[in-house]
């Protein structure tokens, strides 16, 4: 088995791709813009943040999934040319020793005695394929562990992801990056789902794994089609498929979408008062009333639909 060093050295962080932040204690109060409710938010992943005497800025709903399908839109990379800033979900100073770290116990826990001998032995397997090393797989958080089983085989010829992809562009353009989160933030988000939601979530995933790909696909599609209420669905059929994960999969979507959601609205008043910033986050994280674009219409700003 190689060592940790290398295996380090070969995975990219997984918070770069994730699906997932921080626990914020309450949202912010707002008052409406519009007198009518403003759009669904439920179609559309590029959108225009305009206000009088602010120039304009960008919302871009991502997918954490490197595809070759999954590129950057000429809209979208136009819209980048127009900005100053951008705003990710994770900035792009997170060493991997930091994540690699934060993903195991640190207080004596051990992985197989709260997921059983069966499950950690898929799991061993599972992520020895990966070069992850024994005794970081016996220390392993469930939630991790089911990260990296769920993250599947690579697709195509190992293409970069789309949030990667932005960030190249906006470092060849010179453009100042901001994290919208940083890492111990999110991995608190992960944290705080209830342990035996991370341990059902792992179970799960070793045990339909061909349920897990086809949602991958069906999030693909949706993510093409820019269709959010969609993409939304997906996970919520995996709940409905699967009664008995429903409330383990509401725990995920409350504190890896929502409570996220929240922070990244936070940090992002300063910057939007200031015009020209593209945020780029996860597309789950702009749908419907309570997505991060429904926020910013409540801040006063006209929130319009590009692509």
């Known amino acids: 088995m190689r060592s940790s060093a290398n295996w380090i050295s070969k995975n990219r962080c997984w918070a770069r791709r994730c699906a997932a932040g921080a626990v914020c204690a309450a949202a912010l109060a707002a008052t409406p813009l519009h007198a009518h409710p403003p759009p669904p938010f439920d179609q559309g ?3 225009r943040i305009s206000r009088t ?4 800025s960008f919302v871009f709903g991502t997918i954490h999934i490197p595809d070759p399908r999954v590129v950057i839109a000429k809209p979208v990379g136009e819209a980048l040319a127009r900005s100053r800033m951008l705003a990710l979900e994770l900035g792009s100073g997170v060493a991997n020793e930091e994540v690699f ?5 640190r207080d004596g826990r051990r992985l197989e005695p709260l997921i059983g001998d069966e499950a950690f032995k898929q799991v061993r397997i599972e992520l020895a394929a990966q070069d992850v090393p024994e005794r970081v797989i016996e220390r392993m958080k469930p939630w991790a562990a089911m990260i990296k089983v769920s993250r599947g085989k690579p697709r195509g010829g190992g293409e970069v992801s789309l949030d990667q992809q932005l960030l190249a562009a906006a470092r060849a353009r010179g453009m100042r990056i901001e994290p919208l989160e940083w890492v111990e933030e999110q991995i608190a988000s992960f944290d ?17 794994r061909a349920a897990l790909e086809s949602a991958v696909d069906a999030s693909i599609d949706a993510w093409l089609r820019g269709d959010l209420a969609r993409l939304a669905r997906v996970s919520d059929r995996m ?3 699967y009664a008995d994960m429903r409330p383990h999969y509401w725990q995920l979507t409350r504190h890896i979408i929502q409570n996220r959601t929240i922070l990244m609205h936070h ?3 300063v910057p939007l008062r200031g015009g020209r910033v593209f945020v780029a986050v996860g597309a789950l994280h702009l749908y419907g009333d309570k997505g991060l674009l429904a926020m910013i219409a409540r801040d006063r700003y006209r929130v319009t639909r590009v692509f």
């Open 239 to 241: 709940g409905e498929q």
């Open 267 to 269: 940090r992002l008043i």
């Open 192 to 208: 705080a789902v209830p342990l035996e939601s991370q341990v059902a979530l792992l179970k799960h995933a070793l045990a339909h």
């Open 53 to 56: 005497g602010v120039q304009d």
């Open 45 to 47: 992943l590029l959108w």
């Open 101 to 105: 770290e934060l993903e195991q116990f």
